[in-house]
């Protein structure tokens, strides 16, 4: 058995999302303010909680429709609560199960004919029984109207409630619960828009908890209280958050279920309460003697005495768990030899805290659902325990006070932990452990399988007053083609997975490109300079083949990169193409296979360079992608000025920065590029002169990395200006990330 699919309607950001789960762990990945936190908790609310929704968990874009539907009620006229239910939160819960496993989901079958496969359940809001929404509405707005002062309108003011949101507000919990309805198998739709299935004619509700017996879900949230010592401290020196210990926490509730000797006693238990037993009579001996003067001296004064009163006295009953109670119950051995010198855990560092804590958490998650210990104890017999089929485990932002490595370490073993039992550890085990772990991570996510991504990205508000989020699936993306699909996950791994977490995309072809965009960002686009950017490194052959990654993601993406002229030419009897100094008409064609196969579709230079196209970078013409590469730019030696073309990044940038170039050639150890563009420079004679000379260099090993670094010494970085097809298109991308369409000109 195992979850399939869940899909969130109506829920904070998640208007319409689809979550495809993984058989084994599921990772949310997506920018800030992307709908992640969102989908955690609604999974929280709908599948652990099973109830706390309340109005700020509806979609703020529905309560436009929402006021439009009670406003339409009148006393007289019967509400259809239908529309209403529909634009609240609801969840649709989609698994998988066999024929064998028919006695753990005989409640969840919706017809006799089902013969193993899909099963689906959707829980949403319903009024509760006896609850007459509308008319205790219609009721508290009449009240409100009846008790408003004459004239007080005019300014604003107005009695609770002024609107259905605000009745609500108050009410909800009162008049609306969570039940659960089957699904028809038939109506599940493995891809396409995510559009919730009708119920079935006369679906009556199962109440509030279907997966009772069922499904064993345990959390780890994103608030994981943690002190360094000395931190957060009392007046008596204690640390005031209970939370800050929070690996002595977990161990208590661990002890009493699976430890506790005072559970079904072994022998080896006997022996433990037999030692504290002892233990209490002493400590209670010392205690009677240290007390005594001061009871008496107490009884001396009247009280406590007489028959009537009961005499004091002071004595200590020692539990097991009293001595996993205190700050140093969890201790860190730090000696390295027999010294045996510890420290209590707040002494440890946040990280080490953060990581124990989750793995501790994990395996209690685990030994918890296996009934591990004491509670096989309480169970009426071994083979009848009661164990859940289905375990689901969500864990919110691992990567708090972890540096990379540990990062990755542990979302690799995170699943293992949790399958490290006798019953779990084999492949037909009859159990099933998923994971859905939300991080900000890029470690985290390079740790995962790609195809267990599900990526959340923001969506302009077409349809309300917000920006909503819909969810792209990793899995499958590229279909058939494996070659691409092995090339973009290589890639990613040799790389990073910051791109999943970015605000916008910039491909690029090389070192030269990525070592100065930063530069040229920072001091001349400031929109850009304050967004999460990702640099991706591809160059013209293989940037096109992230297309379906980047297509599926639909952030902005800028690609940079070289318009790659060739020409054929005749060597020795036979037409062979090699690369050329672009120049229209001059019959060229591209290399570049993202300009002849991706954006523009197009391979002749002369079209690439028209008159048309030339001022503009070419546009996705629907999603927010554009491509920007080199066209004619203006060049004026001595006093006169042409269009000339450039051919690659770099000598696009000494024809737009003459004099930075100069000034890098004359700094201690420049290269040998530099310095011959230097004397190019000084030496030609027109912008066609330079032109040549600098793509003749080029041609001749040329040390494009060096060049970038040594621009870096220039003195004033801030007069580096991005050649004009850059500038153009770095534009576009600002005007992108203010949500305002941007125009691909050259400025």
Known sequence: MKLVRIEVFNFRKLRRARLD?????????????????????ALRKFLKDRGGIDTRDVTASNWAAIEQIAGAWTQEAEA??????????????????????LHHVAHLIPTLTWTGGLLGVRLRLEPKKGADIKAGY????????????????????????????????????????????????????????????????LSEGIGANPF?????????????????????????????????????????????????????PTPNDVKALMAIHDAETTFNARLKDGFANAIKELEELGYPGGLNNPKLFIATQIKPVDGLDHPAAVQYDISGDTSGVKLPESYNGLGFQNLISMVFQLMRFRDDWMQVGKFKSKMVSPDDRGIEPLQLVLIEEPEAHLHVQVQQVFMARAHKVLRNHKDLEKEDSAFTTQLVVSTHSGHIAHAAAFEALRYFKRELPSHGVVPTATVANMKGLFGEDTQTRRFVTRYLLSTHF????????????????RILLPHLIQHHYPVLAAAYLSFLELGGSHAHRMRPLIEALELPTLIITDLDAVAEVD????????????????????????????????????????????????KAPDRPIAVSYQTPQNVTIG??????????????????????????ARTEFSCRMTRAFAKSIAEAQSPEDLAKELFDRLAKKPEKAAFALDLL?????????????????????AGQLKGVEGVLCQL
Not at 502 to 513: S, Y
Not at 581 to 589: D, F, L, M, N
Not at 640 to 661: C, M, R, W, Y
Request: aromatic content about 8%.
């Open 21 to 41: 789960m993984s058989d084994k762990q599921t990772l949310l990945v997506g920018a800030n303010n992307s709908g992640k936190t969102s989908a955690m908790k």
């Open 639 to 664: 006093a006169v000025s042409k269009n000339v073309t450039p051919s690659t990044f770099e000598d696009a940038l000494v024809l737009t920065n003459p004099k930075a170039v100069t000034d890098a």
């Open 80 to 101: 259809d609560l239908s529309p209403l239910l529909d634009q609240l939160p609801f969840l649709d819960v989609w698994l998988h199960a066999d024929t064998s496993e």
């Open 571 to 618: 060597k020795g009897g036979k037409v062979v193409k090699q690369s050329a100094q672009p120049c229209y008409g001059a019959a060229q064609t591209t290399a570049n296979n993202v300009l002849k196969t991706w954006l523009p579709k197009l391979d002749e230079v002369d079209t690439l360079l028209a008159p048309l196209l030339k001022a503009l970078c070419h």
């Open 138 to 201: 219609l009721a508290a707005r009449r009240d409100a109207e009846a008790r408003q002062p004459d004239g007080t309108t005019d300014n604003g003011f107005a009695l609770w409630p002024r609107d259905f949101r605000e009745y609500l507000d108050k009410r909800l919990k009162d008049l609306f619960e969570l039940n659960a309805h089957l699904l028809d198998p038939a109506s599940f739709v493995a891809s396409g828009a995510v559009a919730p299935p009708p119920l079935p004619a």
């Open 212 to 264: 009772a017996g069922l499904l064993h879900i345990r959390e780890i949230n994103a608030q994981r209280g943690f002190a360094d010592a000395g931190d957060g401290k009392g007046d008596d020196g204690e640390l005031v958050h209970a939370d800050s210990r929070k690996i002595a926490s977990q161990i208590q509730p661990y002890f009493r279920k699976h430890i506790d000797p005072e559970t079904d």
């Open 498 to 513: 910051d791109l999943f977490f970015a605000d916008a995309i910039i491909v690029i072809e090389g070192a030269a490109e």
């Open 713 to 733: 010494y220039i003195e004033d970085i801030k007069a580096l200006r991005a050649p004009p097809y850059i500038n153009a298109g770095l534009t576009w991308l």
